[in-house]
């Protein structure tokens, strides 16, 4: 009988160690997608102008959430979800930058995604 509690004692421990850890995973994968950024600075390292910036924000305002969203979705759709994201907001960036803002934008987008360990 003691031998049968130990077992049950040992199996409840590990499974209630393997459930934290996977909700630990879920949260810091949570905001490795949080692409969130100080506009100011933004602005100031690109050069934008005061319509630029407001534009920058808005669309960069969509692209967090697309991202969120891709976070809380299932692994299997996540990289295609990432991928509609990352397209979406270059091809309104593109349009509203100029060709060096532009390639800016694109060096600071790359050294993010490098930085937080996420697929493109």
């Given at each position: 009988m003691k031998r049968l509690f130990?077992?049950?004692v040992a199996v409840l421990s590990m499974t209630m160690t393997f459930a934290e850890n996977e909700k630990l995973n879920s949260t810091e994968n949570a905001s490795a997608y949080n692409m969130s950024v100080n506009y100011d600075k933004l602005a100031n390292c690109l050069g934008l102008s005061i319509d630029q910036a407001e534009a920058v924000q808005d669309i960069h305002k969509?692209?967090?959430a697309d991202m969120m969203n891709a976070a809380a979705a299932n692994a299997d759709e996540r990289k295609g979800m990432v991928q509609?994201?990352?397209?979406?907001?270059l091809k309104y960036m593109r349009y509203v930058l100029?060709?060096?803002q532009y390639r800016k934008y694109l060096m600071l987008l790359n050294a993010?995604?490098?930085n937080r360990?996420?697929?493109?």
């Open positions: 130990l077992t049950v969509s692209f967090c509609k994201a990352i397209e979406k907001d100029t060709n060096d993010t995604f490098t360990g996420l697929e493109k």
